[in-house]
């Protein structure tokens, strides 16, 4: 996956091609920079939608997170010794992966947020009954949080095929021999199965990861300050719809494909590390 820099001839399949798209695209970047440094225009849009970055990677480093644990979680569960379990767990992928990332904003924000405050009232009731604690109100739970959740529990859905994927792709035989040495399962999944596993998921993990970035934008629908929000209330209120999105899109782009080129860089590394073992 790492980018090719070697002449020769080529394949057929593009292996030894020079990056001649990335160079492309490093020259479109350096030129659009240009034009917001010696523009007083598009300085000002760069400078007003900038202050959503912030937002937008601190929404996708704590939802990819929060939905590589949860995934976890589920892929362990699916692959449990209990029947109950394992059907739990495939309902949960099921059901989750056919509900589109927007609806389940809608959902976690407007029907689960308000569900969770009255479960929680209802717990504590005696409590607030007796002034320890006072009630909680839908407006203390941040739209940026709703989310976050949101974000966590529809990916963790596609995390979960991924990591049972992965597991699943480790040979049986060194299982077997690992149970014969007196293996717990927990050692057996220490020693044996992740660090084989993590190679099978590491690159699809990647690429949800920056697909997380690109699907961050859809939390502007809740008011979510992050770069998206930025530029939708730039171009409402200034009419610069050309200029404000065109710079929405550069800086999602620099993101992404920045982000990219760093995962495969990463990606590159583990195979030589494994190939040097």
Known sequence: ??????????????????????????????????????????????????RGIGVTVFVTVVGFALATVLGLLVALAGMSDSLIVRQIARFYVEVIRGIPILVLLFYIAFVGAPGFVSLYNFLIGPLIEQGWLSALQVRDVSL??????????????????????????????????????????????RLIVFPQAVKVIFPPLSNDFVAMVKDS????????????????????????????????AYIYLILTIGLSMLLRRLEKRMREKGAAR
Do not use: C, H
Request: glycine share 10%; aromatic share 14%.
């Open 144 to 189: 940026m949080w709703r989310a976050i959740f949101a974000l966590m529990i529809g990916y963790s859905a596609f995390i979960a095929e991924i990591f049972r994927a992965g597991f699943q792709s480790v040979d049986k035989g060194q299982i077997e021999a690992a149970m014969s040495l007196g293996l717990n399962r927990y050692q057996r999944f």
């Open 217 to 248: 934008s859809l939390v502007s629908v809740l008011g979510v300050a992050d770069i998206s929000q930025a530029g939708k209330i730039y171009a409402s209120g200034s009419f610069r719809f050309f200029e404000t999105y065109s710079i929405v």
């Open 1 to 50: 996956m790492g980018f090719q820099t070697l002449s020769g001839a080529g394949n057929g399949k593009g292996e030894g091609d020079r990056p001649w798209w990335l160079v492309a695209l490093v020259a479109i970047a350096l030129g659009i920079a240009a034009v917001i440094a010696f523009n007083d225009l598009y300085a000002q849009v760069f400078a007003t939608i900038s």
